[in-house]
């Protein structure tokens, strides 16, 4: 099994499953059609003799009831179409489009989907390199996901997959090179628990089911999310977040050994149990790739961080993020996560340990100070970008992100190695965005 995991450059197409919207947000987010997309909808109506109601995805590749790609692999872009019908029933609807003279289409073939809601649409290649197959995610009202693959051939529309599911993630696990597998985890129906990952792959150009791995059991209670990455052999890796009570969650990591030709769990050299060291109780902390560089860090709450004066001990607390993923066995990012705001603020390793928060003047964020409250570091805080500071302040923060309707700013008080309005504005992540 090869265990030389380093400098993961993420090859993954990530798929996580998101809450979805309600019809305000779809109206929010409903463009003014033009061009090709008006070019699709005037084609669907025509096709439906009414008007249809355009269907927004809530995550995946596509954002927008429109995805354009070769689905039959002859070399022009066909188009797919989620809809609904005011005759149909509630239920979305996929449509497949052939383009049609110079800027024209015309509607190939319709299907009937699972749901009302869809929480995510992309396309994959997952039968051959040249077609693309298209997947669905819905989601009821009732909290069951279930999970579509679509195969267009040019002239029939079939399901090739259609299977209950929690969490998926797309990535070439076995090293095919031209063609995606995929992975998904099952919804845990049985009394001992515990996570159980299919994998779907192409066998002889066939697309389907070549192992489930049980993980866990009597241990997890389900999988919160699924994260891929790829090491410095071409060996994919699988970061797997699991439920370990109703209010923690915990990180398992999964390999493709390639001499074996199947998924198992990985353990990290110099980690005795992983899923006890990766335990967290802020269960919106998710493993991610955390500051760009293309491996999936694991996000650890630790005690030894620093000295977080009331009231700062109520939302915000040390973390450091680990990818598990290098020959010698953890690689290290510390800093702070507010919680209230959903954020998390790298600090220098040299902090670690060493550093005090406290509240600022104002209530409105906190400082960053040394250990013995003596020198202040820098100014985090967050507040409305219309309010005026008090009368008589010369002080200059530098806007950070946009948190909402509230913006997020920084200053630097006193200078700190490795500590700048450069390392914040860049290494700020909000959590709550991928």
């Not at 809601?117 to 039968?127: D, G, I, K, N, P």
């Not at 309707?405 to 700048?420: D, E, F």
Request: net charge negative; with cysteine.
């Amino acid at each position: 099994m090869r265990r030389t995991l380093a400098a993961l450059p993420l090859a993954a197409l990530l798929l996580t499953g998101c809450a979805f919207g309600g019809d305000v947000e779809t109206l929010l987010r409903a463009p003014q059609l033009s061009g090709q997309s008006a070019a699709l909808q005037r084609a669907l109506n025509s096709y439906l003799g009414g008007s249809a109601t355009l269907k927004y995805p809530a995550s995946g590749d596509f954002l927008s009831p429109f995805a354009f790609g070769d689905w039959d692999g002859d070399g022009t872009n066909e188009a797919a179409v989620l809809y609904t019908t005011g005759t149909a029933g509630s239920n979305v609807f996929l449509a497949v489009l052939e383009p049609e003279g110079e800027d024209g289409w015309r509607v190939s073939q319709t299907v009937e989907g699972l749901s009302s809601e869809v929480e995510t649409f992309s396309a994959a290649h997952l039968r051959d390199a040249t077609s693309q197959q298209i997947l669905a995610g819905y989601g009821s009202a009732q909290g069951d996901r279930y999970l579509v693959v679509y195969e267009y051939d040019g002239a029939a529309l079939t399901t090739i997959i259609s299977n209950r599911y929690s969490e998926m993630v797309l990535g070439d696990f076995t090293g095919k090179g031209d063609t995606q597998d995929l992975v998904v985890a099952l919804p845990t129906d049985t009394e001992y628990g515990g996570v159980t990952l299919q994998l779907l792959t192409n066998v002889e150009g066939e697309f389907r089911s070549y192992q489930t791995l049980n993980l866990g059991e009597g241990t997890y209670t389900g999988c919160a999310a699924l994260h891929a990455g790829q090491g410095r052999d071409d060996a994919m890796y699988l970061v797997m977040d699991v439920w370990t009570g109703a209010n923690t969650l915990a990180s398992d990591i999964v390999l493709y050994d390639g001499e074996t030709g199947f998924l198992q769990p990985y353990h990290p050299p110099g980690v005795a149990n992983l899923q006890r060291s990766t335990q967290r109780y802020h269960t919106e902390l998710l493993s991610r790739d955390i500051d760009g560089n293309g491996t999936i860090d694991i996000p650890v709450e630790v005690d030894d961080g620093g000295t977080l004066q009331p009231p700062m001990d109520k939302s915000l607390l040390f973390l450091v993020w680990e990818d598990y993923a290098t020959v010698d066995g953890a690689n290290s990012k510390f800093g702070v996560y507010d919680s209230q705001n959903n954020f998390y603020l790298p600090l220098p390793e040299s902090m670690h340990g060493s550093v005090l928060i406290r509240t600022n003047q104002g209530g409105s964020g906190w400082l960053v100070c040394d250990s013995e409250n003596s020198k202040i570091y820098c100014e985090i805080r967050v507040v409305d970008p219309t309010g005026e500071d008090p009368a008589g302040s010369t002080l200059v923060y530098q806007r950070i992100a946009n948190i909402g309707s509230q913006q997020l700013q920084a200053r630097i008080v006193t200078p700190y190695y490795g500590l700048s309005i450069e390392s914040i504005t860049s290494g700020t992540v909000l959590l709550g965005q991928e």
